[in-house]
Nanobody
Framework: QVQLVESGGGLVQAGGSLRLSCAAS????????MGWFRQAPGKEREVVAR????????YYADSVKGRFTISRDNAKNTVYLQMNSLKPEDTAVYLC???????????WGQGTQVTVSS
């Protein structure tokens, strides 16, 4: 089992920045590719970004390219999502995932709320 705990969400004005963190425990963090999803009220859950176990491979949804950056620190068992130039449409619950392969979502965190005001 892998336990994932997100933090760093909050309320921010449009144009502002937030950095989300996801702390992992339970199994060897470096074995897992990680990802961030988000779910807004009334909308389907969507992938935001993914990162390979080494950090050498990343993927971004078109809607966040150039504004969000995913990174990981394997020594701290933590993955980050730096979010810049935030827009009201980025408002959602952001969830961290872990999978044995990039694109897999074997484990989910509980999520952290991000609210962007206009």
């Amino acid at each position: 089992q892998v336990q994932l705990v997100e933090s760093g969400g909050g309320l921010v004005q449009a144009g502002g920045s937030l950095r989300l963190s996801c702390a992992a425990s339970g199994r060897t963090f470096i074995n897992y590719a990680m990802g961030w999803f988000r779910q807004a009220p009334g909308k389907e859950r969507e992938v935001v970004a993914r990162i390979s176990w080494s950090g050498g491979g990343t993927y971004y949804a078109d809607s966040v390219k150039g504004r969000f950056t995913i990174s990981r620190d394997n020594a701290k068992n933590t993955v980050y999502l730096q979010m810049n130039s935030l827009k009201p449409e980025d408002t959602a619950v952001y969830l961290c995932t872990a999978g044995l392969k990039m694109g897999q979502t074997d484990y989910w965190g509980q999520g952290t709320q991000v609210t962007v005001s206009s």
